[in-house]
């Protein structure tokens, strides 16, 4: 089990920058992959971005390519989403993730555990 408790919304203009903050809990953490993905209102969720258990592997949306990084802290079992040039289409809940596993990719389905979400939000 690993339970996943995310932070760092808010309500930011066009441009600016946000961090969110994903702590894991009940295994291992560096034994699994992390992702984040949103959901804006009437849309399906999408895939932001994962990292693999060791942070050797990377991949990210192609909309958020070059603005958004992720990274995992190992001392304090948190992955973060540094989110820069922000834009009013990045509106969206956002969740953390884990698959459980090794796997790191985009494919919903495969991510089994999910934090509660928090809600960013860009005024143009």
């Known amino acids: 089990q690993v339970q996943l408790v995310d932070s760092g919304g808010g309500l930011v203009q066009a441009g600016g920058s946000l961090r969110l903050s994903c702590v894991a809990s009940?295994?291992?953490?560096?034994?699994?992959?992390m992702a984040w993905f949103r959901q804006a209102p009437g849309k399906e969720r999408e895939f932001v971005a994962a990292i693999s258990g060791s942070s050797v592997s990377i991949d990210y949306a192609d909309t958020v390519k070059g603005r958004f990084t992720i990274s995992r802290d190992y001392a304090k079992n948190t992955v973060y989403l540094q989110m820069n040039s922000l834009k009013p289409e990045d509106t969206a809940v956002y969740y953390c993730a884990s698959s459980g596993s090794r796997y790191i990719g985009s494919l919903m389905s495969a991510y089994g555990y999910w934090g509660q979400g928090t809600q960013v939000t860009v005024s143009s």
């Open positions: 009940g295994r291992t953490f560096g034994s699994y992959a």
